[in-house]
């Protein structure tokens, strides 16, 4: 993993989302952390996809590691889960600073960028016999009721955006506690991707009414855990932007062009007139 300066960033963290699959967002996102990263920015991306990890197949010859043995995401927060089950809140506290650190799991790409340009990857996790149990294992509610996940998840979002410039996520699709951490909890920016197709379409527009009435304190977004409250009032009130992206398959160019001014244009307090929603 690439050296870190001692200056807070303070980074943008930006989810790719889509309702369905299919719609190319992980291949825009690979694109855009490229492009930034050759434009002299710090970039870590981050694959949230966690029941199907694919991330890491966009970013190859440059991936040196080999992903599948890399520790990630589920042992970063399963890390943290063993210590703060047998401890106190107090104790907890202690444990949240300690474990709260991406550059422990991140990894960069084998490619010299120009400047301070880096690009650095984040697995699902390592990928063993035991990955679908460990996966399988993540009790949403014990973690955020009663484990202080919420706080953990905050401070791990905060270590993120102290050593990058950009943090890119690409996010699991749907309804999901999962999708929730990656829509709601953790971005400045939510890129909702989808495709041409009806079902595409009503998905985008359900998951904005849902992020909608979400920050404006009506509901919770993922209704088959609102009475679990676990995500509480995170992300609340951060002004979290969220911009539609139309990515239309037989154009893959202006796929890459659409999504990269999006992304720099919102990080500059402008969007760009085709993603006004």
Aim: with cysteine; glycine share 8%.
């Amino acid at each position: 993993m690439s050296d870190m300066t001692e200056e807070s960033r303070h980074g943008r963290i930006i989810t790719f989302y889509s309702y369905k699959g299919g719609t190319g967002r992980t291949m825009a996102l690979a694109n855009v952390a490229w492009i930034l990263a050759a434009n002299g920015y710090r970039v870590l991306v981050a694959d949230w996809d966690l029941e199907s990890p694919g991330l890491h197949r966009f970013l190859y010859p440059f991936v040196e590691r080999v992903v599948r043995d890399a520790n990630g995401i589920i042992d970063l927060i399963r890390n943290y889960e063993r210590v703060a089950a047998r401890s106190d809140d107090d104790e907890r506290e202690k444990h949240i600073a300690e474990h709260a650190r991406i550059q422990r799991y991140a990894f960069s790409l084998k490619w010299e960028f120009p400047g301070e340009g880096t690009l650095d990857f984040l697995s699902p996790g390592k990928q063993d016999r035991n990955y679908m149990a460990t996966l399988s294992a993540l009790d949403w509610d014990t973690f955020y009721g009663t484990l202080k996940g919420g706080e953990f998840l905050d401070a791990v979002r905060e270590d993120m955006r102290r050593h990058y410039d950009y943090v890119l996520i690409d996010s699991r699709t749907g309804l999901s506690d999962i999708a929730d951490i990656c829509t709601v909890h953790l971005p400045d920016i939510l890129v909702n991707c989808f495709a041409l197709s009806t079902q595409s379409i009503e998905g985008a527009v359900q998951t904005q009414c849902h992020l909608a009435k979400f920050d404006l304190g009506q509901s919770h977004p993922n209704t088959a855990s609102a009475n679990a409250g676990r995500l509480g009032g995170k992300g609340k009130g951060r002004g979290r932007t969220r911009v539609c992206l139309p990515t239309l398959r037989r154009s893959a160019r202006r796929n890459v062009r659409r999504a990269t001014e999006s992304v720099l244009g919102l990080c500059r307090g402008s969007v760009p007139a085709f993603l006004r929603v």
